[in-house]
């Protein structure tokens, strides 16, 4: 199930987001400052433009998928991770995704969604093609990243 983010997750969020392999897949790799942590989400739970959900199973928290709405463009760009502790290549990742899906697509004005993925990610390029994503070519000077989108 998905359940909204709250403050009461935050520790647990930077233990996930500063682990190697979060770190190692994330645009900016670098160790996250607690102080700079929580003052980004405190600024990113107040925006409505912004979603973040903890994804649990039988009441384990197991990753987190987040998505920024540009209403105008009626676009949501997601991003999201398993906790370091989630057993790998059992379908967590693919469930969160689906689920993270069926609450975006619950909003009528988002017609597509785009994941943006680092080249040398070939978990996330397979899952986003495995959900039927669409591979857009990638910007001049993004030449490390491409960028993944699925129409409603
Ligand atoms: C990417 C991630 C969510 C995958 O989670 P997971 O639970 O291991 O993946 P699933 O078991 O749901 O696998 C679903 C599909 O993803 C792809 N996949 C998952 N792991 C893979 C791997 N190691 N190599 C290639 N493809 C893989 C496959 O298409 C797989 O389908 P299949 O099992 O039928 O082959 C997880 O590894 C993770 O959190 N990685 C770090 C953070 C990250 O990369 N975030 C995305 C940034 S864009």
Redesign the pocket.
């Known amino acids: 199930m998905l359940k909204k983010v709250e403050s009461s997750h935050l520790k647990m969020i930077l233990k996930w987001r500063n682990s190697d ?2 770190r190692k ?2 645009l900016d790799s670098s160790v996250i400052l607690e102080a700079d942590h929580y003052h980004w989400w405190s600024g990113y739970l107040k925006d409505p433009r912004k979603n973040a959900y903890i994804y649990s199973v039988d009441g384990v928290d197991l ?1 987190i998928i987040s998505w920024v709405v540009d209403q105008g463009a009626g676009c949501a760009v997601w ?4 906790s370091p502790e ?12 689906k689920e993270g899906l069926g609450v975006i697509f619950s909003d009528e004005k988002i017609s597509e969604v785009v ?4 080249l040398s ?7 986003h ?2 959900l039927g994503f669409q591979l857009i070519s990638p910007k001049t000077g993004s030449e490390d990243r491409l960028q993944f989108r699925l129409e409603r």
């Open positions: 392999e979060v897949a994330s990753g991003s999201f991770y398993l989630a057993p790998r290549g059992m379908g967590h990742g693919q469930n969160m995704l994941g943006i993925v680092l990610n070939e978990p996330s390029i397979q899952l093609k495995k």
